[in-house]
């Protein structure tokens, strides 16, 4: 059973930095891609970015790219989300997710419990 445990969030003001992590146990983590995803209150669960088994390949959102950055460490079993420039509609509830192959494809099963990442004005 994989279980997926993210750190990292706070508040930050806006403009600011926050770096999350997620450490991943029970699976071959280098395996698999992983992502991030986010939900703000009263919105639906949105894909933030994704990262190929390898870390080869990264895929991340148009609200995000140039801000945020998706990295892996498979010799420590967790994967970042380094978050710059932040800004309040950045605010949400951030989750890790496993995908069941090397790269993302379709919605991974596994989720984490989610970190709160709040950006002020």
């Known amino acids: 059973q994989v279980q997926l445990v993210e750190s990292g969030g706070g508040l930050v003001q806006g403009g600011g930095s926050l770096r999350l992590s997620c450490a991943a146990s029970g699976r071959t983590f280098s395996r698999y891609a992983m992502g991030w995803f986010r939900q703000a209150p009263g919105k639906e669960r949105e894909f933030v970015a994704a990262?190929?088994?390898?870390?080869?390949?990264?895929y991340h959102a148009d609200s995000v790219k140039g801000r945020f950055t998706i990295s892996r460490d498979n010799s420590k079993n967790t994967v970042y989300l380094q978050m710059n420039s932040l800004d309040p509609e950045d605010t949400a509830v951030y989750y890790c997710?496993?995908?069941?192959?090397?790269?993302?494809?379709?919605?991974?099963?596994?989720w984490g419990q989610g970190t709160q990442v709040t950006v002020s004005a």
């Open positions: 990262i190929s088994w390898s870390g080869g390949r990264l």
């Open positions: 997710a496993q995908y069941t192959r090397p790269t993302p494809s379709s919605p991974p099963p596994t």
